[in-house]
């Protein structure tokens, strides 16, 4: 699909149109097709080292880590790309307590890590008030750190409870932003425009928000890319999520090719340009796709590594894809690990909390 050809762009009008996505400039979508579509192994590599510089002009050569807590792999829904599926009746399931979350973000802590990110699947005995109640506990006995939440859709009036009990921020991928491609990763119970509604509500209630997509979903096209690239312009979220699409054993979806890792990296470095202040992670998922994924994410504009924190006995069962990396670079164990890889390209791990630089 990405291979279509293209007319390729000369070198300047290249170099102004990257100049011009680095600024708040318009970009045409025939524009950001072209980037996506038809640039040549020279100007990737450009748009890379730009992208380096836009991350460095704000970041310096820190990247920030986050502790990953997998609350939960039950999950109320049925997207038709995830391993936690309600349908995937193969899937292993667990659910954390309270003590056992608080257990993690302990451990967190004499790590070193200053957020503390709580993900999970929608998971019903998982409620609002037992989000909230974990939140304000966090917070109580870890009033410095920030914590951050993914676990999903959930109502107006839950967002504000857990924003009022210490949560600062909030991932939730639109996904995609075409509604007819949204219509063919989803169920008919689930909709981009209720996606949408949550992601405007969390910023109205004054969340750091993330949001982002999969690259390389079943039935993506160019144009999606675009679409999804507007969407954030839309939304100017604090943190941008990408990774690639990775089939998952016992999804409608799990004889479809993996997302291209390259692509991944040439989205990362487009989104750093056009949002240069954000928090982009390097995602387990590209580094599950790639052995140097956290070495190469970086190099393509991410700020942001998320290692695993979860308890060790459950990790193999989050399984949103297939073989998911929790060891290495990818567990909070290892951050030894992490630091040495990071400084072998001239970078560092940042304890801090990467608070979003105008917030900060
Ligand atoms: N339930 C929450 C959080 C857990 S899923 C939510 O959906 O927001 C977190 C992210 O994993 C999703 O946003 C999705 O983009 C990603 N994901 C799910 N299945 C995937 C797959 N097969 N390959 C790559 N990423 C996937
Ligand atoms: Fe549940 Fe999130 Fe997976 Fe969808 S992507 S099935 S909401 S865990």
Known sequence: MFAIKRKKMGENEFLSLVG????????????????????TGEQRELLA???????????????????????????????????LRCANKAASRYRLSKEEILECCREGASLGFNTFVLQGGEDPLQNDAFIA?????????????????????????????????????????????????YS??????????????????????????????????????????????????????????IGPFIPATGTPFENSPAGSAE??????????LRFPKALIPATTALSTLLADGVERGVLAGANVVMPNLSPRAVRSKYSIYNNKKSSGSESAQQLEQLGLRLQAIGYRVDYGRGDYPSLG
């Open 263 to 272: 692509q991944t990296l040439l989205l990362l470095s487009l989104l750093r």
């Open 184 to 241: 063919h990763l989803h169920p008919s119970a689930m909709s981009a425009d209720n996606r949408r509604a949550c992601l405007f509500a969390l910023r109205e209630l004054g969340y750091q928000v993330g949001s982002g997509f999969m690259v390389g979903s079943p039935g993506q096209t160019i144009e999606h890319l675009v679409d999804d690239i507007l969407f954030l312009e839309e939304l100017q979220p604090h943190m941008i999520g």
């Open 49 to 83: 080292a730009r992208a380096r510089e836009a991350a460095h002009a704000n970041f310096g050569n820190g990247v920030f880590v986050r502790g990953l807590v997998e609350i939960s792999s039950y999950c109320k829904n049925n997207c038709y790309y995830c391993g």
């Open 133 to 181: 109640d974990v939140v304000a506990s966090i917070h109580s006995e870890f009033p410095s750190k920030a914590i951050t939440l993914s676990v999903g859709e959930r109502s107006r009036a839950a967002y504000d409870a857990f924003r009022k009990a210490g949560a600062t921020r909030y991932l939730l991928r639109h996904e995609t932003r075409s509604v007819e491609h």
């Open 20 to 39: 011009r996505v680095n600024s708040a400039k318009k970009v045409e979508r025939h524009e950001w097709v072209s980037l996506l579509a038809s640039l």
